[in-house]
């Protein structure tokens, strides 16, 4: 299972890919099931991903319809 969800930050996360995402900021949270299409992942994992590197990845959309609701 791998899921996909825009969500505001109420602390502080680290994107993998380059910075930080701050309190306030608008960013993808991935959720991957355990050994997802081969992984190999032992278990659950949560990935934030910033708007930038969405944006960059194709996935600006997502971030677009999460920052036009309060």
């Known amino acids: 299972m791998n ?4 969500r505001r ?3 502080p996360h680290r994107c993998p890919y380059c910075s930080l995402i701050k309190p306030g900021d608008v960013y ?9 299409d081969g992984l190999g ?3 659950w994992l949560r990935l934030p991903e910033c708007a930038s590197c969405a ?3 194709g ?3 997502l ?8």
């Open 41 to 43: 992942n032992t278990g």
């Open 55 to 57: 944006r960059s990845c």
């Open 3 to 6: 899921r996909t969800t825009a």
């Open 63 to 70: 971030i677009d319809a999460r920052e036009a609701t309060p």
């Open 9 to 11: 930050a109420r602390k």
């Open 59 to 61: 996935r600006g959309h």
């Open 28 to 36: 993808l949270e991935h959720v991957v099931s355990p050994d997802h």
